[in-house]
């Protein structure tokens, strides 16, 4: 999805997680568990020191620690989104929904010292923990730089033989990952084009970031340029393709490559201009935990939708993972239609949509993308795991939608406060302002 970065930036606190009891030692008893990979009927969960210490239906609970009654509900790692743009607020919003870990995948503010010193500490936070892409790669010109505001600049590829220089310069910043853009706009069928990275760039850009040691995603919407991708040995697309139905050639390149996909499908439902997200904000599960910066991006709306999109990522989400490719919930937020933090919950009825079971979808977006990014012992309740958790009512491995009946989240093993710190003043952001143009990245 097209996100706007003068947007971006310009999208302040909207919102903040309070103080809570300073104490990260207790037991959930009696709880059904999804640790990540499998369900769990019962088992007493056991959180020391910010981590789980015991899971087991017979686990012993020390004597004096608060304890809280699992019955008839289910305990489920924190968390990850595996696509987003973060913004003063964002890991914020993320965690008042149980977001505990966020992938940024394009970030202007690159603050990876701060990022690295809170996933490290097991300290109390009011944010989630953030990977970063920092500066994605792309030409003068190009996506997602085509729209910058007077006197905004930032670095550009301007040849194959400079990609080495331009990666390294990433990862001196502190680059996790490398993101790179070949984008023309052609799946959106306009006349208009954008300059874009050529296929010797790209595969320049991609050895550059396996000789650096760092994933290769690509920003690539359109069939042709997915394909691309992946010849040139990208490790993973950053989107669902909308603009085609994958036939087999790609599914069987995509496997035997080893990639992975992002999905993002919800942002591509509001591009579609399907209201899935509007009704969202107005759940009563949702709409009191909502920063105002939310419910703007959450309700916004496409000005003018392509409808093919949403079906036709329904279908290649299905497609790919039957063919064995792994999917990785991810939500582009905060782009239209999408909000940090409670997007993650509609992608994850959007992949049961598309034909995953809910357990296949909760593992997308918990033990799989920990597996992948190397994320350090989270996204499963597993002895030595960070305790970051969520306890929800009721049991999303039937009803995928019950990760919104969320009674307690815990990040660190600190308990999490909902609710959002009213300020007197408080500037409103403009990203996914109702009625701009699909901002797709």
Known sequence: MRISLASMMLSLIAGAVSAAPNTTAFAVRAV????GDRTIPSAN????????????????????????????????????????????????????????????????????????????SLARTDAADTWGAGLGVTVKGGAPLENLPPGMHFPTLNSAANAGKFVDARVAEGSDYIKLFIE?????????TLPTLSRAEVCAVIAAAHRDRRIAIAHAQAEWAGREAIQCGADALAH???????GPHF?????????????????????????????????????????????????????????????????????????????????????PATAHGVALHEELQILVEAGLTPSEALHAATALPDVIFHLGRRGRIARGYRADLILVDGDPTRRIADTLSIERIWMNGYPVDRQIERRAAVRQGTIGRPGSKPAIR
């Open 32 to 35: 059904r568990v999804f640790d």
């Open 240 to 246: 669902m393709i909308p603009d085609k139905a994958l």
């Open 251 to 335: 599914l069987a390149l995509a496997k035997r490559r080893h990639i992975f996909v992002e999905t993002t499908d919800d942002v591509w439902a509001g591009a579609s201009g399907l209201d899935l997200a509007r009704k969202l904000a107005a759940d009563p599960r949702v709409a009191p935990y909502l920063s105002p910066s939310q419910r703007s991006t959450l309700t916004a709306v496409t000005k003018e939708p392509v409808p093919r999109f949403f079906p036709t990522v329904l279908r290649n989400t299905k497609a790919l993972y039957d063919a064995g490719v792994p999917v990785l919930a991810g939500t582009d937020s905060p782009n």
């Open 45 to 120: 969960v056991i959180v020391q020191s910010g981590r789980i210490a015991a899971v087991g239906r017979n686990a012993m609970i020390p004597r004096g620690i608060p304890v809280i009654d699992g019955r008839g509900k289910t305990l489920l790692p924190g968390l990850i989104d595996s696509h987003c743009h973060v913004f003063p607020g964002a890991q914020a919003d993320a965690l008042r929904f149980g977001v505990t870990t966020e992938m940024d995948m394009f970030d202007v503010s690159r603050d990876f010292k701060k990022w690295r010193a809170q996933r490290e």
């Open 184 to 192: 023309n706009l052609s799946e959106y069928g306009t006349k208009r």
